[in-house]
């Protein structure tokens, strides 16, 4: 037993003095000459320890061309290191700022080790369709205005490799430069001076990491669409549930600018279009009577503007049950969407799109007086309910549904 678990399990007094508690092991009895016994020689013995070692074959170039994102400043990496070199050898030691040309040849000698390490010879088989040859230590091609009697680069650009990273850092350089234009600009730009192997495919996966062009160009997030309103799929009758909204001013011969008072069918998208003179309350509800040859809405949908209000106060104000036989405006005028939410209202909004595309085309340059005026709108609206509600089917025995027919049919009624 291990005399340490005496104090923790416990044992009885007369136990612990007869135990080895007391005693110790039985080693410490031994005289020192016998206390310990080992081998010298296996002491002796050096314990073997196996190293390994491997070669590893590093670019000197891989520090300048990795060291910073930017292609400019690591030309100015190299031409201080070029500069450190000079000071090195000669007496005259430059301690100004980089000239221009210190700059451009730290540029060549960039360009070469990247060509060093890109493409082992001239005769490699991604360049060779090129007609490669090699000008001042650099591997140029010959383009198609070769001969032009000039010292242009865009004679003869610089080929490079597609997959270095310091050509794609040169692209993303040169997009920045530009004011983050499209693929086919950064591409011409570049081309002046350089050909990049497959340059349309690795500027436009460059391009597409640009965080400043991912902030404007990107998508918002699409929802879901949401199932129609219950008033928009409910059976009724045409103008039963109506939205109404303005649009305009229309600029006229008399100088006059009246508006557009849009009434529209939630059910069969029908138009009906009233000319008025004003935005005022008495002007709106002059229109309204007007729409009453279309028949009496029990809904209608409209937005806060100041007619509309006022309108909804004035019908409020009335006591109907006076009036027999002139219920029309005891329709329920009380629906308006909440104020800076206009897409409530889209089922109508997006008609009065249509009708100012409609009417700039019909007008052009011209300014009718207001019959004119009025008998433009009447072509407009009858227009808009000619417009087919459902898909325009290739078969020729199939007619597309338009809102005209469901005016008609009332009217035949």
């Known amino acids: 037993m291990n005399p340490a678990d005496l104090?923790?399990?416990?044992?009885?007094?007369?136990?612990?003095?007869?135990?080895?508690?007391?005693?110790?092991?039985?080693?410490?009895?031994?005289s020192p000459k016998e206390d310990f016994s080992a081998d010298e020689k296996e002491i002796a013995v050096e314990k073997e320890?196996?190293?390994?070692?491997?070669l590893i074959n590093l670019n000197a170039s891989d520090l300048v061309l990795t060291?910073?994102?930017?292609y400019r400043k690591t030309i100015r990496l190299l031409a201080w290191i070029c500069r450190f070199v000079y000071n090195c050898k000669h007496q005259n030691k430059k301690k100004d700022e980089l000239a221009v040309s210190e700059i451009n040849e730290a540029e060549n000698?960039?360009?070469?080790?990247?060509?060093?390490e890109s493409f082992h010879r001239i005769e490699d088989k991604r360049i060779i369709s090129f007609n490669p040859f090699i000008d001042h230590w650099i591997i140029r091609t010959k383009t198609a205005i070769f001969q032009r009697d000039d010292t242009s680069e865009f004679r003869t650009p610089d080929i490079l490799p597609s997959d270095h990273p310091l050509v794609k850092s040169f692209i993303m350089e040169e997009h920045k430069l530009k004011g983050h234009i499209?693929?086919?600009?950064?591409?011409?730009?570049?081309?002046?001076?350089?050909?990049i192997l497959a340059g349309r495919r690795v500027v436009s996966s460059v391009l597409k990491t640009c965080i400043t062009c991912k902030r404007y160009s990107s998508k918002n997030v699409n929802l879901p669409a949401p199932p129609l309103p219950g008033d928009r799929v409910k059976d009724a009758s045409v103008?039963?549930?109506?939205?109404?909204?303005?649009?305009?001013?229309?600029l006229l011969r008399e100088y006059q600018k009246p508006w557009i008072c849009l009434f529209t069918c939630a059910v069969y998208l029908c138009v009906h279009l009233e000319l008025v003179t004003s935005l005022t309350t008495d002007k709106f509800l002059q229109a309204f009577h007007r729409f009453a040859r279309r028949g009496k809405p029990s809904i209608i949908y409209k937005d806060n503007g100041t007619n509309f209000v006022g309108a909804c106060n004035a019908l409020a104000s009335i006591d109907f049950n006076e009036f027999q036989g002139r219920d029309l405006t005891s329709a329920l005028f009380g629906s308006s969407f909440p104020p800076g939410a206009p897409w409530w209202g889209g089922w109508w909004e997006r008609l009065i799109g249509m009708m100012k595309k409609v009417l700039r085309k019909i007008l052009g340059r011209a300014f009718p007086n207001y019959e004119e005026m009025y008998t433009i709108l009447c072509n407009c609206e009858a227009i808009f309910n000619d417009k087919p509600l459902t898909?325009?089917?290739?078969?020729?025995?199939?007619?597309?549904?338009?809102?005209?027919?469901?005016?008609r049919e009332i009217q035949n009624n």
């Open 67 to 70: 060291c910073f994102s930017s």
């Open 391 to 407: 898909v325009v089917s290739a078969d020729t025995s199939l007619t597309s549904i338009t809102s005209a027919n469901f005016l």
């Open 7 to 30: 104090p923790s399990r416990g044992r009885s007094a007369s136990y612990i003095i007869a135990s080895r508690w007391w005693e110790g092991p039985e080693w410490l009895y031994l």
């Open 109 to 116: 000698l960039l360009i070469r080790l990247i060509q060093c």
């Open 49 to 54: 320890k196996k190293i390994l070692s491997t």
């Open 182 to 195: 499209g693929v086919s600009h950064v591409l011409n730009s570049l081309r002046e001076r350089f050909w």
């Open 239 to 250: 103008f039963q549930i109506t939205g109404i909204d303005y649009a305009g001013p229309i």
